[in-house]
């Protein structure tokens, strides 16, 4: 199983980017996906997921309004839309599988995610 990140970069305050996450050696249609992230000497924190359907979304308080996730199965990519950055979203953000998930169900527990990609750093700079 492989999820590769990518699309991290240096942002201004205000800014946007677009982060992606291709998966491949998983059924993708089976796993609920999320992305978390982790800034220096903080846990890693879950920030938004969609359910296995597409259909379900869900998203920390923090980054509501703000991000937007979406998935595409003909491609089985993950993405993060993320707008109006501010500096406290700087971290590392890394893509999760959840392979134990129902059809409209999306675990925000990072003990649900059995597989991570290997993170994008995300910097926005005030």
């Known amino acids: 199983v492989q999820l590769q990140a990518s699309g991290g970069g240096l942002v201004q305050t205000g800014g946007y980017l677009r982060l992606s996450c291709a998966a491949s050696?998983?059924?993708?249609?089976?796993?609920?996906m999320g992305w978390f992230r982790q800034a220096p000497g903080k846990e890693r924190d879950f920030v938004v997921g969609?359910?296995?359907?597409?259909?379900?979304?869900m998203c920390a308080d923090s980054v509501k309004g703000r991000f937007t996730i979406s998935r595409d199965s003909a491609k089985n990519t993950l993405y993060l839309q993320m707008n109006s950055l501010e500096p406290e979203d700087t971290a590392v953000y890394y893509c999760?599988?959840?392979?134990?998930?129902?059809?409209?169900?999306?675990?925000?527990?990072?003990?649900?995610?059995?597989?991570w990609g290997q993170g994008t750093l995300v910097t926005v700079s005030s």
């Open positions: 050696g998983l059924t993708f249609s089976a796993c609920a």
């Open positions: 999760g599988a959840a392979g134990d998930s129902s059809w409209n169900e999306v675990p925000s527990a990072r003990s649900r995610y059995h597989y």
């Open positions: 969609v359910s296995r359907s597409g259909v379900n979304t």
